[in-house]
């Protein structure tokens, strides 16, 4: 592997850590029976909590609290209009991304063009320093050791603990769940807050390292190819890092053709992550057993406690 080779696996993982940090979340969401719709809002309220924490404090670190913190918040908005008051989740979670665009735009004007403090690679020692491998898995964020993480976390938790077992019994059917004693809506509401808390530091991410500066639409429509990943993957975690990391391979793509001046339209590049994401879906989409025998059963459904 060439020098270049290298740098291109390392920005493709920088391109690729908030599309696993935002789908982690809705992974855990689904697996409850949720379907949250929103990811792109959260993500871009994360990325302006994030941003405006790290200039106030000059710390990023606490910028990426925020910003968790501020994604659990927005969808709690989300798990109380579906949860409580049973409206829509599809209607729902896509209101919740029209109101995270413009109420992330409100709050970031007086941040347009104002540097803020950014993360730090944090290169493990020894590790980072094998060739090739070394920079690209051991020289990293905290925020990028924490997609690995987490996401080996999720793994373990909804296939060897009795919380995740839990979790998965309710969204494959929350009436037999109910009936045996499980608290169907607050672990709805606890899958719900973390899959808001885990957008929104997808969005410090982009904010505090990919693009270290604040604009509107930050997100660029990330935060739907993070939905795309849930399904792509199956709802399987082993299979959503493999997603992200070729729809990152994919973004990445697009930033090079356009860096080296390929004569294609611009438009065109920058559409390719969105046309990529859309024919794998269609090709997936043929696949309906395979869809059928891992998609929760009570996914998107509204649970009505009996009386």
């Not at 599309?19 to 993500?43: D, P, W």
């Not at 794998?280 to 057993?289: E, F």
Request: hydrophobic share 55%; aromatic share 10%.
């Amino acid at each position: 592997m060439s020098v270049a080779g290298g740098g291109i696996l390392v920005s493709i993982v920088s391109a690729s850590t908030p599309l696993l940090l935002a789908a982690s979340g809705e992974l855990v969401a689904e697996k409850s029976g949720v379907l949250n719709l929103g990811v792109e809002g959260m993500m871009l309220i994360g990325a302006i909590a994030g941003f405006a924490t790290a200039h106030v404090t000059a710390s990023a670190p606490l910028g990426v609290l925020a910003a968790a913190a501020a994604g659990a918040a927005i969808s709690m908005i989300f798990a109380v209009l579906t949860l409580a008051l049973l409206t829509n989740q599809i209607a729902t979670g896509l209101a919740l991304t029209i109101f995270g665009h413009g109420f992330a735009a409100l709050l970031g004007a007086r941040f347009v063009g104002i540097a803020a403090p950014t993360l730090q690679r944090l290169p493990l020692p020894l590790l980072a320093d094998i060739p090739y491998l070394g920079p690209v898995l051991f020289d990293q964020t905290a925020l990028g050791y924490a997609s690995f993480a987490i996401l080996g976390a999720i793994a373990w938790f909804l296939a060897r603990t009795h919380a995740g077992l839990t979790l998965r019994a309710v969204g494959d059917n929350h009436d037999a769940a109910h009936a045996i004693g499980h608290p169907v809506r607050a672990i709805r509401y606890g899958a719900i807050g973390f899959g808001g808390a885990m957008a929104g530091m997808g969005g410090a991410y982009l904010s505090l390292f990919y693009s270290p500066l604040w604009s509107q639409d930050l997100t660029a429509g990330r935060g739907w190819i993070a939905l795309a990943l849930v399904v792509f993957s199956a709802w399987r975690p082993l299979w959503l890092l493999v997603g992200a990391y070729l729809f990152g391979g994919i973004t990445f793509l697009s930033l090079y053709l356009q860096g080296f001046g390929v004569a294609i339209p611009s438009p065109f590049i920058s559409m390719l992550p969105y046309v990529g994401t859309v024919a794998v879906l269609v090709l997936i989409s043929r696949d309906r057993r395979r869809i059928r025998l891992n998609q929760p059963a009570c996914l998107g459904q509204p649970f009505h406690a009996a009386a």
